[in-house]
T-cell receptor, first 114, second 111 residues
């Protein structure tokens, strides 16, 4: 398996623009997680899905953030409008296990909002 | 109080040293304890996980869990320059509705 795939790897955009991050989980993994990582706050869970259904979105910082999982092999995280404080590395991870164990992370998308 | 506390370091050791990395937690519901390694500009990768208390060994790595003290450790024996990375602890409950990562400890092994 190719592992978790994320695109784009790097994104530079201007404040106010819409940003869409994409993730393809490992085939057969029922759980998908979106994280944001910064030096100040470390790795923060934004939202996770089970069988394409959002289970916990309490980590989504505000209404500008939204996530979807239209099928088992694809998820998006959208930020609209983007702000400079959204600059971070965004990771997608997938897992077979409901306890959040054995998560496999993608390479991340490095987002810079100017 | 944070759910999981981890000393950010940085920690610098000579090659061959034994490294001890630690996390403390406050939630007694946590039953699964994980250690991830993250190289610079890469995603975290799972090193080891343990369920409940006890020790687990995998090559040069040993994970320990002391639930009575709410304290977990990762030991690296005969440390190598390739071990230089950030190590994150993570833990979750049985039900899976509570899981958290530590902020990570940055380790450098000097040849």
């Amino acid at each position: 398996d190719a592992g978790v795939i994320q695109s784009p790897r790097h994104e530079v955009t201007e404040m106010g623009q819409e940003v869409t991050l994409r993730c393809k989980p490992i085939s057969g993994h029922d759980y998908l997680f979106w994280y944001r990582q910064t030096m100040m706050r470390g790795l923060e869970l934004l939202i996770y899905f089970n069988n394409n259904v959002p289970i916990d979105d309490s980590g989504m910082p505000e209404d500008r953030f939204s996530a979807k999982m239209p099928n088992a092999s694809f998820s998006t995280l959208k930020i609209q409008p983007s702000e400079p404080r959204d600059s971070a590395v965004y990771f997608c991870a997938s897992s077979l296990h409901p306890q959040g164990t054995e998560q496999y992370f993608g390479p991340g998308t490095r987002l810079t909002v100017t | 109080q944070k759910e999981v506390e981890q000393d950010p370091g940085p920690l610098s050791v000579p090659e061959g040293a034994i490294v001890s990395l630690n996390c403390t937690y406050s939630n007694s519901a946590f039953q699964y304890f994980m250690w991830y390694r993250q190289y610079s500009r890469k995603g975290p990768e799972l090193l080891m996980y343990t369920y409940s208390s006890g020790n687990k060994e995998d090559g040069r790595f040993t994970a320990q869990v002391d639930k009575s003290s709410k304290y977990i450790s990762l030991f690296i024996r005969d440390s190598q320059p390739s071990d230089s990375a950030t190590y994150l602890c993570a833990m979750s409950s049985n039900t899976g509705n509570q899981f958290y990562f530590g902020t990570g400890t940055s380790l450098t092994v000097i040849p």
